[in-house]
């Protein structure tokens, strides 16, 4: 079976591995710090770095830092995986979804600034809201931004698909749009840590929150300490936080893989490249791109051709697909849908350009290694599949 993506993990990354296991540190020792600082480096200057067990754990501290709580609204996408929204609940907000561009399937900035004019009329204006850079392209963040401003509401950037990805001519991570950027480390991002994820900053309150959060709300910094200090071996916690902490042996993975991270993101730039000039004039629709945007292609997104059977022609290219030896996947149902939020009154037909979209999504083959024939082997099957549906 051809993989929509995997990890690529060298012999080089197996001993810097090793070479952790044999030393003094195996959870929160030196390669944390180094591995924060060469992330943050790569995004910008004068950034902060908090690595923690998943990129879900970063979305939490980061709702937690920019003060999201009970009586509290939260806007996201619903074109996304299902944490860029249990983030706010696990806050004890409440969470509402901005619909997605019908050819960026990204944040719609149109259906922003009209939900926002909406939500002020009624007083419910959201405080943060979280913009989902969707298979490595940056939504459109300098409207995102420049609405977010007029009407007091923070940003945090949910860049779990976009790590070496630019804007603007700007990396994403840069925080030049958002007061927070997450980012991802799973197997099937640019790089792995195995499981684990980043939030990056500009602001040293938010970045201090945030590494106390991951760490059960503890201190060892006397400077914070509220009670008198009464000896070396003193911790103090000040505050309500978790276990969200990442393990040096993780944080030497993401350090060893961010060595080849340029070289993943060119081979990825350069299969979709071909993708998309292949399947230019097909009835296959694509991401739409702008020379503005470059993406890290995460992901290879196609769109059957639109019909009154979406669903069932959908289903039906993607079981000859894998049929043919090729693992095609779906990203994403939408976040609405899904029973947890359908019990908070969410339905069919609320977000439509989401919900055609992901009746008609399908994921294709695309990761490091891949060859020239195995693309062409996947796009001949497109082409065959499409016989299916007409």
């Known amino acids: 079976m051809i993989p929509y993506s995997k990890q690529i993990i060298s012999n080089e990354d197996i001993n810097s591995v090793l070479e952790v296991l044999k030393s003094d540190w195996l959870t929160q020792g030196p390669m944390i710090e180094k591995f924060e600082k060469k992330v943050s480096s790569i995004c910008g200057k004068q950034l902060l770095g908090t690595a923690y067990n998943s990129a879900t754990s970063a979305l939490h501290a980061a709702c937690y830092a920019l003060g999201l709580r009970e009586g509290d609204i939260l806007w996201t996408v619903p074109n996304s995986f299902v944490a860029s929204a249990n983030c706010a609940i696990f806050c004890g907000a409440q969470v509402d979804f901005v619909d997605i561009d019908p050819k960026s399937w990204n944040m719609c900035p149109i259906s922003l600034k009209d939900k926002l004019e909406s939500a002020e009329h009624d007083g419910k204006l959201p405080k943060i809201i979280i913009p989902v850079h969707f298979s490595g392209m940056s939504a459109e963040m300098a409207v995102i931004h420049k609405l977010a401003m007029k009407y007091g509401i923070k940003v945090i950037e949910d860049a779990s698909h976009a790590l070496g990805a630019s804007y603007n001519d700007t990396m994403v991570g840069s925080c030049k749009y958002s007061d927070i950027t997450v980012f991802s480390f799973h197997p099937v991002k640019m790089i792995t840590t195995g499981e684990g994820g980043m939030a990056v900053t500009k602001d040293e309150n938010l970045d201090g929150k945030m590494k106390l959060f991951r760490n059960h709300g503890i201190t060892r910094d006397r400077r914070d300490f509220k009670n008198a200090d009464i000896g070396p071996w003193s911790y103090q916690q000040i505050g309500l936080g ?85 693992g095609v996947n779906v990203h994403y149902e939408p976040i609405h849908l899904q029973p947890f939020y359908r019990k908070m009154g969410f339905r069919e037909n609320m977000f439509l350009s989401a919900e055609n979209y992901s009746e008609r999504c399908l994921s294709i083959p695309l990761f490091p290694t891949m060859t020239t024939d195995t693309q062409n082997y996947i796009l001949k099957a497109l082409n065959d599949g499409l016989e299916l549906i007409n």
Request: overall charge positive; glycine content about 2%.
């Open 242 to 326: 978790y276990n969200y902490r990442m393990t040096d042996i993780a944080a030497a993975l993401g350090l060893s893989q961010l060595k080849t991270l340029h070289k993943f993101i060119s081979e990825r730039r350069a299969y979709a490249s071909h993708y998309s000039k292949v399947l230019d004039g097909t009835p296959y629709v694509s991401q739409e791109t702008k020379i503005e945007h470059n993406s890290s292609w995460h992901l290879y997104v196609i769109c059957i051709p639109d019909t009154k059977n979406n669903r069932n022609n959908r289903l039906a290219i993607f079981r000859f697909l894998r049929e043919q030896k090729i």
